[in-house]
Every structure is written in C-alpha cells, then in structure tokens.
C-alpha cells in the first residue's frame, strides 16, 4: 500500500501554482480541497492540501518553500490594464464576512483575523482580492 502525505498550502490557487512545479519535477500530486475534505474546512480557511507519495515527501516539501520564496518576489499586476503600478490595502471587515463569522460562532471555530486584503491599481482603479 502506497502512503500519501500532504502539503497544507494557503489557497486554491497556491496549491495549484505549487501542482505545476511538481509536474515539472515529474511528482505525482493530487488535491484534498474544501469538496472532499472535513467538514468546512476550506471553506473557512481558505487551505488546501497537496497529496503526494511518502517516497517524494521530502523533495516535495524543499520544492514547496522554494515555491514559497519566488512568490514573495513577485511583483504583483492589475488583471484589467496589466500595470504593476498597484498598492496593497487592508479594509475592515465587510457584510460577506458575516455568514463566516456566524458559522464560526454556531460551530465554536476561531474566526482569526476580520481583515480583507485588496490590491488597487493606481493607473485604472481596478480593484481585487489576493
């Protein structure tokens, strides 16, 4: 029998980013998302996990900080004009919040932070989520 270990990255689309350079390496993944994972995780924080072979564990997991660490670097861009000439701004919570917060009050889970982080693009006004 075949032992699966994971990697907890910190979205959807960090999870799908780090997939790619493991098909670069020739390792086999898998995802183990909010669709088929416990009981709202996931939908409450965001996580997702990337299943690999025990046997490619070790290599997966020096690919995942090293995948972490050219993340950093990289400058981020408007998606609507493709300007790099964009701020980070942090708003207070907001109404969309509110179901999350219910949730996390009804089932006794730690709603960490109320803090939203949007980037603004300084040359067309565009406005996203990270």
């Not at 993340?71 to 861009?77: I, L």
């Amino acid at each position: 029998m075949v032992e699966i270990k994971h990697i907890t990255c910190n979205s959807p689309i960090e999870a799908e980013g780090f997939r790619a350079v493991l098909r670069e390496a020739g390792i086999e993944n898998d995802l183990f998302d909010e669709t088929n994972s416990k009981v709202a995780r996931g939908i409450l924080d965001q996580t997702t996990d990337v299943l690999v072979k025990e046997e490619d564990y070790e290599e997966a997991e020096k690919l995942y900080q090293m995948y972490l660490s050219e993340q950093q670097n990289v400058t981020p861009w408007c998606p609507k004009c493709g300007s790099e000439n964009v701020i980070l701004r942090k708003n207070k919570c907001s109404t969309r919040q509110l179901p999350r917060i219910l949730a996390a009050l009804l089932t006794f889970i730690p709603i960490g932070t109320c803090w939203t982080k949007k980037y603004v693009c300084n040359d067309c006004g565009h406005k996203w989520e990270c």
